[in-house]
């Protein structure tokens, strides 16, 4: 609940009376935002009722059509023009007075703009732009639009007055393709009286919904503005009362809040290091450790197995020494002054030296100054890679990556695949991969993992060097 001082309720309290009531908010942009709506929800029913009328209007005349004129031209199917005997036949049935005054014109097309029939007869045989819809029937559904009166072949007959056009693909009765396509200008007088009564009663349906959702609303907002009113007043005697006792309260659990949450923060955000660190670095020279054990089971000759045994030993000695370092604050001291190249090289040679294998390195000049936050996540992040592609790839094609674009610093880690001395990724692996990348987002960068069409695998961290950085 929010807490105001006594003096800012009575600036409040005096204010009250003064402010627009909320019904009167309502009434005023209610009525602009439902007058918008009704307008919107009219024109978009009217729209769809007229669209839908049209095209049951077309689908009604083309049924009609259809059913006399495609058995009269099938010829069609084999000529380039309609026979004489069925030309005849369709004038005798086209001038009867009823058809004549629905359907004053009617044209038969072919592919390519091409008049086979018309009521007009010096259109017969001549070619002109096929019209969308002639387009559309070709394709094999049912078109309907109002005439284009600028359209040659209306201008040729001086057709002045305008007509629904419907188109209706006329098929082969065997195969069922298109061949021809029936143009029929139907009068639009019926249909424009049919389409102004729909559209009246939508409107007059939209306006009364529209008007009885505005009554109910108004009702029930008329109710509830005088019923805050009267919980304002009787709310605003009350909080005067406990205002101090509520601020002072108020204050000390938010002091509380903040403090448990910074605590709690801080102290896992330290657990998260502890046990990055410990798995980033001791853990895995001790597994590289418990690796080489069976190499040292394997040596074929004492000079092998000595040899194998002080690598064994080296390994051991480095994670004790890590882990002494970590106890004295989780700190890598012997890269804190070092440039990021020398970084690189050394994790990279002690990579080589513990596990035998080669990594190729690929990096620039990189002198700008870095944090030692960052140095120590790129140390660990190259010291994770490079133990999992050993680990898992056998350290075939190890290749470390390095470049600054800019104020970005991307750094790679790459295998050619292959299965390792592990054979399959350990149960701690995932650990690994989660301590990479809590390790890369706490400094804001961003981790990424993918498989490379070869089998292999790219790991990769990017972070934001800030300007003027220095080693701290």
């Known amino acids: 609940m929010l807490e105001l001082a006594p003096s800012t309720w009575m600036r409040r309290r005096s204010a009250i009376p003064a402010t627009v009531s909320l019904t009167r908010q309502f009434a005023l942009t209610g009525s602009v935002i439902m007058l918008i709506a009704m307008i919107a929800a009219g024109l978009f029913t009217t729209e769809i009722v007229s669209k839908a009328t049209v095209e049951n209007t077309a689908s009604s005349t083309a049924l009609l059509i259809d059913s006399f004129l495609e058995p009269m031209i099938q010829g069609l199917a084999s000529e380039e023009l309609l026979p004489a005997d069925e030309t005849a036949e369709l004038n005798r049935l086209l001038r009867a007075d009823h058809f004549k005054e629905r359907f004053p014109h009617l044209e038969i097309w072919k592919e390519g703009g091409l008049i086979v ?148 923060e801080l102290t896992e955000n330290y657990l998260r290091r502890i046990g990055a660190d410990l798995h980033d670095g001791p853990a895995q020279l001790i597994s590289l450790a418990a690796l080489t054990v069976e190499h040292v089971r394997r040596a074929q000759t004492p000079a092998k197995h000595e040899e194998e045994l002080q690598l064994l030993n080296s390994m051991l000695s480095e994670a004790l020494r890590d882990i002494r370092i970590m106890s004295k604050g989780l700190m890598l001291p012997e890269i804190e002054g070092l440039p990021l190249p020398e970084v690189i090289k050394r994790v990279t040679s002690n990579h080589e030296r513990r596990t035998g294998t080669k990594v190729s390195i690929h990096c620039g000049d990189i002198s700008h100054p870095l944090t030692h936050g960052i140095k120590i996540c790129v140390y660990r992040f190259l010291q994770e890679g490079l133990n999992n592609a050993f680990r898992h790839a056998g350290g075939n094609g190890q290749a470390v990556t390095c470049r600054l674009d800019d104020s970005v610093l991307n750094m790679v880690v790459q295998d050619d695949g292959g299965m390792g001395i592990g054979g399959h990724a350990s149960a701690d692996s995932g650990l690994g991969l989660f301590g990479m990348r809590e390790r890369v987002e706490s400094l804001g960068g961003v981790f990424r993992v993918s498989h490379l069409p070869s089998g292999g695998t790219r790991v990769e961290m990017s972070v934001v060097v800030a300007e003027g950085s220095q080693d701290v």
């Open 117 to 264: 029939y018309s009521t007009t007869p010096n259109l017969v045989g001549r070619r002109f732009k096929p019209p969308p819809g002639l387009v559309t029937a070709l394709a094999g559904d049912i078109s309907a639009e109002y005439a284009d009166l600028n359209a040659l072949e209306h201008r040729v007959r001086d057709i002045r007055s305008k007509y629904l056009e419907i188109y209706v693909p006329i098929r082969e009765e065997r195969s069922g393709r298109v061949v021809a396509v029936a143009e029929i200008h139907e009068s639009t007088a019926p249909l424009e009286e049919k389409l102004w009564w729909l559209r009246l009663k939508s409107w007059l349906a939209v306006v009364g919904a529209t008007a009885l959702i505005m009554v109910g609303l108004f009702g029930i907002v008329y109710r509830g503005n005088k019923l805050i009113r009267l919980q304002q007043r009787q709310l605003h005697e009350r909080l005067v009362e406990i205002e101090h006792t509520s601020q002072h309260n108020h204050i000390l659990k938010d002091r509380a809040q903040r403090a448990s949450g910074r605590v709690a």
